[in-house]
């Protein structure tokens, strides 16, 4: 499992409020991702970062931000939950040094937004 | 535009026959394509991956054909088990836009013991 683990597992939360996501991982990898996975959508990669501090914009970005102050840790917030935000969200890793590798992900977070 | 897609958005088989799971992208410069299992509450978990400088690639019970020609990846099970059962994905990604892993919507495989 690449040693990811993401926090919480599971959430629910009201519309408006802001949430914040947690994946960690212990193998010190560059490259982390934040993807979102909804049915019809398969996964849609929101954020990635590729060093600490260093981080880009993904395919579904709007509504959401990061940050990457550790090699281990990147966060995911949801500035102001809003319904559309439910969904499962994962955490994955590159390995072998750059972005066009296989990625491995993490167990995942549902978040429901009420 | 972009996109990577699968025929068949459910497979049942028979406990040891071999499942073929097909997939077709539309960027030509995609170069890199790579097949993920996913179980249900689970993350995706990597299968086999392939590059476009080939045409096969092997690993344990599966086998991953790329035909550049007609845009085509298909996913080879051998023996299928019911441990197979689960969402396979297809993915594709290019060198010269490697933040942009592109997951096709998943086909879901159902083993009948």
């Known amino acids: 499992d690449a040693g990811i683990t993401q926090s919480p597992r599971h959430k629910v939360t009201e519309t408006g409020t802001p949430v914040t996501l947690r994946c960690h991982q212990t193998?010190?990898?560059?490259?982390m991702y934040w993807y979102r996975q909804d049915p019809g959508h398969g996964l849609r990669l929101i954020h990635y970062?590729?060093?600490?501090?260093?981080?880009d914009k993904g395919e579904v970005s709007d509504g959401y931000s990061v940050s990457r102050s550790k090699t281990e840790d990147f966060l995911l917030t949801l500035e102001s939950a809003t319904s559309s935000q439910t969904s499962v969200y994962f955490c994955a890793i590159s390995v072998g040094g750059g972005m066009g590798y296989e990625q491995y992900f993490g167990p995942g977070t549902r978040l429901t937004v009420t | 535009g972009e996109s990577v897609g699968l025929h068949l958005p459910t497979l049942s088989v028979q406990e040891g026959d071999n499942s073929i799971i097909n997939c077709a992208y539309s960027?030509?410069?995609?170069?890199?394509f790579i097949w993920y299992k996913q179980e249900s509450g689970k993350g995706p978990q990597f299968i086999i991956d392939?590059?476009?400088?080939?045409d096969k690639r092997q690993g344990q019970r599966v086998t991953v054909l790329l035909n550049k020609t007609v845009k085509h990846l298909s996913l080879q099970i051998a023996a299928t088990q019911p441990g197979d059962s689960a969402v396979y994905f297809c993915?594709?990604?290019?060198?010269?836009?490697?933040?942009?892993?592109?997951f096709g919507p998943g086909t879901s495989l159902s083993v009948i013991p």
């Open positions: 392939i590059r476009s400088n080939m």
């Open positions: 193998e010190n990898h560059r490259y």
């Open positions: 970062s590729y060093g600490v501090k260093d981080t």
């Open positions: 960027n030509s410069a995609s170069d890199y």
């Open positions: 993915a594709e990604t290019a060198k010269t836009s490697y933040d942009k892993v592109i």
